[in-house]
């Protein structure tokens, strides 16, 4: 799951973006509103949660929200502010924030409020997705391998490796490019000339195989990677 964190003030916002890589979110970060607004105008990356800085250099938090609302967009956005008047809130609301977080906060509270927006989202309210005998959990942000001949077993991935996971599995049969992968599971201002998706990949399928599930992940010369539902089911 990928999130468009839009924050100025350098030490929360990595503070911030540790703690939900540690959660296995995808966490892209724009210092001001227009850069936020030149990624969420990028045709090749979709977000599913937002978090906006009321207050930004360039666009607004709250100028932001009228855009993406003008747009038709439906992307759940929490608002950050240290403004706490109930009409701030009120505008923030009104401008189309979906929930609203006043500074200083918890990350326990940040995270949990993301959560809430998740399940409040028609488009993110699945808390479970399977595919074959991959049972992949949003609540607990693991994968396990389930089926009457295995016993239940979570396979230990690393953050990127549960992100590249979860593509797959929202793609089964899909024949997925590495460039997609590039735009979709890495951070914007990852290298796009490295070789760090071939890399995962033999990582992933190595755990994968542990599991007898080695097979499930196909290389397609030329053209990329493609998960095989049936063989995932062996």
């Not at 995808?26 to 906006?52: C, K, R």
């Amino acid at each position: 799951m990928r999130i468009l964190l839009v924050e100025d003030e350098v030490d929360l916002a990595a503070a911030i973006k540790r703690s939900l890589s540690r959660e296995k979110y995808v966490v892209d970060w724009a210092q001001d509103g227009t850069q936020a607004w030149d990624y969420l105008e990028n045709p090749h990356v979709n977000y599913s949660l937002a978090i906006f800085d009321w207050l930004l250099p360039g666009l607004s938090g709250i100028e932001l929200c009228q855009r993406l609302r003008q747009s038709k967009s439906c992307l759940p956005v929490l608002m950050l502010t240290a403004k706490e008047r109930m009409e701030d809130k009120v505008a923030g609301l009104d401008a189309g924030a979906d929930d609203y977080l006043v500074k200083p906060f918890e990350m326990g509270e940040l995270k949990a409020r993301l959560r809430a927006l998740q399940r409040r989202s028609p488009q993110l309210q699945a808390q479970q997705l399977q595919v074959g005998q991959l049972l992949l959990d949003y609540g607990t942000a693991t994968v396990s391998v389930q089926g009457e001949a295995v016993t239940a077993s979570v396979i230990p991935l690393t953050a990127k490796e549960f992100q590249l996971l979860e593509y797959f599995m929202k793609h089964p049969n899909q024949i997925i490019p590495r460039e997609q992968l590039m735009n979709q599971v890495w951070e914007i201002e990852a290298d796009p000339t490295s070789n760090v998706v071939p890399a995962q990949m033999r990582l992933l399928r190595r755990k994968l195989a542990d599991y007898g599930l080695g097979d499930s992940l196909d290389t397609i010369y030329g053209l990329g990677y493609r998960l095989n539902p049936s063989h995932a089911s062996t």
